[in-house]
């Protein structure tokens, strides 16, 4: 190939690798943020501050914990990057910030666009299976009908049966090394 040929294709692969796959976020932060999320006390609270700051006695109040419970929790979002503490004279109020919870969902939205891929292939087969039919004989190799195998019997020897007839489970035998002892 030519220079300018090799140097397209690569300028093509390029801007199609940043616009369909953003740079990758640090995995600590994407940790932060889900394991924040996880407990539906701190998405509770998450959600009230969606609507607007508000102190910790404003959060804590349709709880039933005590406030120093509520200050953990907002401790944990805030080590996240999810909420932000504020000073208004003697009150601190939370303030949500939407930059982590973005980034999520844009890691999220990465991999349900491979699913969607995925999924969409899947379909595609599936609908020319049917229109093909399966071969019978393919079917019976896969299940191994043909050989009176079924779900109910399972391929294998079985129990091994003892004296009276009654089944005992298979005890492996142990070499002893040569040593001293024999």
């Given at each position: 190939m030519t220079t300018s040929v090799t140097t397209y294709i690569t300028n093509q692969f390029y801007k199609y690798s940043v616009i369909?796959?953003?740079?990758?976020?640090?995995?600590?932060?994407?940790?932060?943020?889900?394991?924040?999320?996880?407990?539906?006390?701190?998405?509770?609270?998450?959600?009230?501050?969606?609507?607007?700051?508000?102190?910790?006695?404003?959060?804590?109040?349709?709880?039933?914990?005590?406030?120093?419970?509520?200050?953990?929790?907002?401790?944990?979002?805030?080590?996240?990057?999810?909420?932000?503490?504020?000073?208004?004279?003697?009150?601190?109020p939370r303030r949500m910030e939407a930059a982590p919870l973005a980034e999520a969902a844009t890691w999220i939205e990465r991999y349900r666009k491979i699913w969607e891929g995925n999924y969409q292939r899947l379909d595609a087969l599936l609908d020319e299976l049917q229109k093909t039919g399966v071969d019978r004989s393919t079917t019976e190799r896969r299940t191994g009908a043909r050989f009176g195998r079924t779900a109910s019997k399972p391929r294998g020897r079985g129990p091994v049966t003892g004296k009276a007839g009654k089944a005992s489970a298979r005890k492996p035998t142990r070499r002893r090394s040569g040593g001293k002892g024999r």
């Amino acid at each position: 190939m030519t220079t300018s040929v090799t140097t397209y294709i690569t300028n093509q692969f390029y801007k199609y690798s940043v616009i369909n796959y953003p740079p990758m976020i640090s995995s600590q932060q994407l940790d932060a943020t889900f394991f924040a999320l996880a407990d539906p006390t701190r998405r509770a609270i998450l959600a009230r501050l969606a609507t607007g700051e508000a102190s910790v006695g404003e959060l804590a109040e349709p709880f039933d914990m005590s406030q120093p419970a509520i200050s953990k929790h907002l401790k944990v979002l805030e080590r996240a990057g999810l909420i932000t503490a504020g000073r208004e004279a003697q009150r601190r109020p939370r303030r949500m910030e939407a930059a982590p919870l973005a980034e999520a969902a844009t890691w999220i939205e990465r991999y349900r666009k491979i699913w969607e891929g995925n999924y969409q292939r899947l379909d595609a087969l599936l609908d020319e299976l049917q229109k093909t039919g399966v071969d019978r004989s393919t079917t019976e190799r896969r299940t191994g009908a043909r050989f009176g195998r079924t779900a109910s019997k399972p391929r294998g020897r079985g129990p091994v049966t003892g004296k009276a007839g009654k089944a005992s489970a298979r005890k492996p035998t142990r070499r002893r090394s040569g040593g001293k002892g024999r």
